[in-house]
């Protein structure tokens, strides 16, 4: 039944994408677009996965796309080893510079501007259609949309966390940089034709901020992911039967809310003892978990490592409940948890934070169940009501995977946006040729 669906969707999709082709046999002529991204590579992360996501999807628009990126977001000795040019799913991604220090996101926009410049003004001067960026270091970002301006390209961007600024206490260079860094960002967003925001608090803060731009509220993103028939394999595999099994997958942080979910967890599964806690991702350091779970069975918490994307979604759906406990704070208001949607679409139930874009977009108790923030008390509430009631939450969780069926896979989610900038190059262009 799935796979039926899933045909249903593509067969419509490329109707509404290519609809020249299905009456002439023809596609219109391709439009150039650069992607400009600071991620990593070419293992993509969460941000990298929607950059990807998003090129794709120009791509089936009828874009001849690339992705550059102009130096890594993270430190990696290996970065050195890579490729200058490499493609994933058929896009291709160009890197310019390799060299990155914990320190760079101060000096090497600084160091690297004029050098990035020049690259930039080749790309331009070989015509290109748009510039998209997202979340772009801030003098890069400005410098794009001024040379997209002089050669009569327009400029998007992608904001996706706060602009106002949140400061890194342990840094002091961050700290004293970041005011700069807000200046520089609002001027680049003032003078973009377009915005693409990716909460509705991020479009209340910059509404007021830049009256003249286009401004689409482009949300989270995750696969169209087919279910798997069989997820007893992979339950066997993690020595799962029998247990009831809850998920967590991302960084091992205070902010993102492991302490919280360990010592709630302790609360479920004093009620629950064949309940199992399932971490997947990386420590912050080395015995960071084990620290925070003493006084709790050995084997009832099972650090999981690194689980490739894959891998994890067949996890997902094996489980019997996904957690995201992340605690308040403006990353969290500001933002849309890519791992909120992408614990939807496996159609297993969700309990998280009632925390910003999240907790507007599904239905309590209807699509997802939400707990409230920081409390360990009612997060260990949330997850006995689903693990002790497994018919409502298999409910929900179906009824999740449909509402992320319909808003979050790419696209439904980019289509709108796709369009705007299709409508962006052509005023621009009518009104270069009207001033000529």
């Not at 001067?125 to 327009?154: D, E, W």
């Not at 860094?181 to 909460?199: K, N, V």
Request: charged share 20%; glycine share 6%.
């Amino acid at each position: 039944m799935m796979l039926k669906e899933h045909t249903i969707y593509t067969r419509e999709r490329s109707k509404r994408i290519y609809p020249l082709m299905e009456t002439t046999g023809t596609y219109p002529t391709p439009k150039k677009i650069i992607i400009l991204a600071q991620i990593d590579y070419p293992n993509l992360g969460s941000r990298g996965h929607r950059v990807l996501a998003i090129a794709k999807q120009f791509r089936h628009h009828n874009f001849d796309v690339e992705v550059v990126i102009p130096f890594p977001e993270t430190p990696n000795p290996s970065y050195r080893t890579q490729p200058d040019t490499f493609f994933i799913d058929g896009i291709k991604f160009r890197i310019l510079y390799k060299y990155y220090r914990s320190i760079s996101k101060i000096f090497l926009p600084k160091l690297f501007l004029p050098l990035i410049g020049c690259h930039i003004k080749k790309f331009a001067q070989h015509g290109v259609n748009c510039f998209f960026m997202t979340n772009m270091i801030a003098p890069i970002s400005l410098m794009v949309v001024r040379i997209g301006h002089k050669y009569n390209i327009p400029t998007v961007n992608e904001v996706m966390d706060d602009i106002f600024g949140i400061q890194d206490n342990a840094n002091i260079g961050l700290k004293i940089w970041q005011p700069f860094r807000s200046f520089l960002t609002r001027r680049a967003l003032l003078e973009s034709d377009q915005l693409w925001l990716i909460s509705t608090y991020l479009v209340n803060q910059i509404r007021s901020l830049c009256p003249r731009q286009t401004i689409l509220k482009i949300p989270a993103l995750c696969d169209e992911m087919i279910l798997e028939e069989d997820t007893v394999s992979v339950a066997k595999e993690y020595g799962l039967e029998g247990s009831k099994a809850i998920l967590y997958a991302g960084a091992f942080g205070a902010h993102q809310g492991i302490p919280l979910l360990i010592n709630a967890f302790q609360k479920v599964h004093e009620k629950v003892p064949q309940a199992r806690l399932l971490l997947a991702g990386k420590e912050e350091s080395p015995g960071y978990i084990d620290t925070l779970s003493q006084g709790i069975e050995q084997g009832d918490i099972r650090k999981l490592g690194y689980v490739a994307k894959e891998k994890l979604q067949k996890l997902c759906q094996a489980v019997d409940v996904l957690v995201a406990p992340q605690l308040p704070g403006e990353f969290s208001e500001a933002g849309f948890s890519t791992k909120f949607v992408d614990y939807l679409i496996t159609g297993t139930p969700v309990v998280a934070s009632r925390l910003g874009e999240q907790s507007l977009v599904a239905e309590d108790q209807r699509e997802a169940v939400f707990f409230q923030p920081g409390s360990v008390t009612d997060l260990a509430e949330k997850l006995l009501m689903v693990l002790e009631n497994p018919s409502w939450g298999r409910l929900i969780g179906q009824n999740g995977r449909n509402m992320a069926l319909q808003k979050f896979v790419p696209w439904a989610a980019l289509s709108p946006g796709i369009e705007a900038i299709k409508e962006l190059i052509e005023r621009r262009n009518l009104e270069f040729a009207k001033s000529v």
